[in-house]
Each structure stands twice: as structure tokens, then as C-alpha cells.
């Protein structure tokens, strides 16, 4: 990861640009892990991404991964996006990886 380019910048443009083309779909957007911590310590750095959808929607979900490793790239970073539909997360929502990515994530939406 460069120095121009941390790892906060690369979660706020992905955020930004998949409210842009996808805003109505998304419920949930949120930044957890190293990343929202700010323990990335420019050492292969990633973020991780819950991205919650009012609906499932294969075609708007590839979407959105083409879109993360675009901004992964241009930010030098990997992002890992977990897309899931609202209903499976309210389903689940007591699940370790759920709660904590709600619970002790960065929202962006």
C-alpha cells in the first residue's frame, strides 16, 4: 500500500462510488477489521467490506466486486466484499462474523 493511498481512503471512494451507481439497493454498507481499526500498518493491507442488499441480485453483486477491485487497485489494497441480502443478514443475525462486522464496523451507509 502506498503512502498517498491508505487504506481509509480506498473504504470512503468504494463507498462513495457504490452509493453513487447502487444507493437504492444498498441497506447496509460497513468497513471492518484492520481497515476500520486503522491497524493496516501498510503491510498488505485489505479491507473488508459487509455490504448489506435490500434484495439478492447476482448481476448487481458482480457488479460491485468489479467495482472493489477497481478501487483496490487504484488504491493499492485487496479488498474482501461479503454481499448478502438483508433478509439472510436479519436471519443470521447473531452470527460472529455478522455482529461483529456491525457491531465494531465503520458504516458508510
Known amino acids: 500500500m502506498s503512502d498517498d493511498a491508505p487504506a481509509g481512503d480506498a473504504a470512503a471512494t468504494f463507498a462513495a462510488r457504490a452509493q453513487d451507481d447502487h444507493d437504492e439497493a444498498i441497506r447496509d454498507l460497513v468497513v471492518f477489521g484492520d481497515a476500520a481499526?486503522?491497524?493496516?500498518?501498510?503491510?498488505?493491507?485489505?479491507?473488508?467490506?459487509?455490504?448489506?442488499?435490500?434484495?439478492?441480485?447476482?448481476?448487481?453483486?458482480?457488479?460491485?466486486e468489479a467495482l472493489a477491485e477497481t478501487v483496490g487497485a487504484e488504491h493499492g489494497v485487496v479488498f474482501e466484499v461479503h454481499v448478502l441480502p438483508a433478509e439472510r443478514?436479519?436471519?443470521?443475525?447473531?452470527?460472529?462474523?455478522?455482529?461483529t462486522a456491525l457491531e465494531k464496523g465503520k458504516s458508510y451507509v
Do not use: T
Open 37 to 64: 481499526r486503522g491497524d493496516d500498518r501498510g503491510v498488505h493491507a485489505s479491507v473488508e467490506v459487509l455490504l448489506v442488499l435490500e434484495e439478492a441480485d447476482p448481476e448487481r453483486e458482480r457488479r460491485l
Open 89 to 99: 443478514v436479519e436471519a443470521n443475525a447473531d452470527h460472529p462474523f455478522i455482529r
